[in-house]
């Protein structure tokens, strides 16, 4: 099969077109035919090497990539809930890597069945692996009410965009979002259901009193900190994510004590393993999300030789959506 390599840790220029063995699905697995893969800023901070320590994280040569949609390919021993050529998307492995390539190995537990769904297979990897793990968060988690606030920083990011949807489809009353300043254009054509979205180089101060009941934070640094001034008394801070690359960053424990405010980590690598039943609703959920139209985001199409040129996109910071790769035409 065809895959993108990791061949070391560096920059973008380590991953290469490597054809490789194609893999067999074990007990409790299928295989998928890969039409789409997404690129994710995890993929970035596996390629770069910032997990590297950690154990369990992959080491080079690695194949990146979480999600994928695409066709069952094959179905191994005990998976009885897919058949052969069943249109499908997967959220992300326990490993969190395998996606850039022609066949991929997912959990049947992590895999939804596009069948009753006029979904294309590109908005699908993009929208519905994030639009689950925003529903585990916002459910199991933030445990956000009917008529609640929710407040998303990086509101046009791959899994920020997601939360908007979700909320709404739980209940909130109101969602707001944050961007750079650089992406104000974008965040006034996006069609994600947003009642705002303000620029973060205003906050605090860009909300004047209003104060939110959930923060749903992939930005780490000094957003975090900014956040505990806009959460209600009793709310709840969801750190998702260091999109900053601010690693020393910690928050004050005593604004935590006099606001009566709750900060909790969502990992969804490390959560959905330990809570497996949450992931079939969150799969419907983000299914029915998409297909209503509420996670519509921008998508960018390139082939898996050109993967160096997503990540240096997304590295950037220059996207307004996502990006996902697709197998290269074969002479």
């Known amino acids: ?39 994710g800023l995890i993929d970035l901070f596996f390629r770069q090497g910032a997990y590297r320590d950690r154990p369990g994280m992959p080491q080079p040569p690695f194949v990146p990539g979480l999600e994928v949609a695409g066709t069952v390919r094959a179905i ?6 897919f058949r052969v ?7 992300s492995s326990g490993g969190g890597i395998g996606g850039y390539a022609e066949v991929y190995l997912a959990a049947e537990s992590l895999v939804a069945s596009l069948d009753a769904y006029d979904l294309d297979p590109a908005l699908s990897v993009s929208v519905v692996p994030n639009a689950a793990m925003a529903h585990v968060a916002l459910t199991r988690i933030a445990r956000l ?32 979002g944050t961007v750079r300043t650089g992406k ?14 303000v620029d973060s180089a205003d906050l605090p101060g860009a909300f004047r009193d209003e104060r939110f009941d959930v923060v749903v934070d992939p930005v780490g640094g000094p957003v975090r900190t900014a956040s505990l001034g806009l959460l209600r008394p009793g709310g709840r801070l969801i750190a998702a994510g260091n999109a900053s690359g601010d690693w020393a960053h910690q928050i004050p424990t005593n604004d935590l004590w006099f606001g009566s405010l709750t900060v909790a980590g969502f990992n ?13 609703p969150a799969l419907d959920a983000a299914l029915e999300a998409a297909a209503a139209g509420l996670a519509d985001i921008e998508i ?12 240096e996109r997304m590295q950037s910071r220059t996207l307004d959506g996502r990006i996902v790769l697709t197998p290269d035409r074969r002479a």
């Open 76 to 81: 191994g021993e005990g998976a009885t809930r």
């Open 184 to 197: 104000l254009a974008a965040a006034r054509r996006t069609r994600l259901p947003y009642d705002a979205i």
């Open 85 to 91: 050529g069943e249109p499908v998307v997967s959220t």
């Open 300 to 311: 960018e199409t390139l082939p898996f030789s050109e993967a160096a040129i997503a990540h």
């Open 1 to 39: 099969m065809q895959a993108v390599q990791a061949t070391r840790f560096g920059d973008p220029d380590v991953l290469v077109v490597a054809e490789l063995p194609d893999p067999a699905p074990g007990p409790g697995q299928i295989a998928i035919d890969v039409s789409h893969a997404a690129v």
């Open 268 to 280: 969804a690598g490390v959560y959905l393993p330990t809570h497996p039943e949450v992931v079939r």
């Open 145 to 176: 009410a009917d008529g609640e606030s929710v407040l998303v920083h990086g509101a046009l990011g791959g899994f920020s965009a997601a939360f908007p949807g979700i909320a709404r489809q739980l209940g909130a009353a109101r969602v707001v």
